[in-house]
């Protein structure tokens, strides 16, 4: 769908949307033609990429261990 004059992509398949978490360095978040604004909202792990994504990711990873999810 378009927002405004950006092209915007909805994954509801689980399969596709794990092929595009697994290969982030094929598929690059838009964020940087976008208000400043989304920066400021949406920033952390979800709006980075590159090295700063995988030390949050470093850091973030040990919570989600299947020990810890069943809890």
Do not use: C
């Amino acid at each position: 769908m378009w927002i405004g004059r950006f092209p915007k992509i909805t994954v509801t398949d689980p399969t596709l949307a794990k092929d595009a978490l697994v290969r982030h360095a094929t598929f690059h978040k838009s964020f940087h033609d976008l208000d400043p604004l989304i920066h400021i909202l949406f920033g952390g792990m979800g709006a980075v990429e590159g090295e700063e994504w995988a030390k949050y990711r470093k850091i973030t990873n040990p919570a989600f261990t299947l020990e810890k999810l069943k809890v």
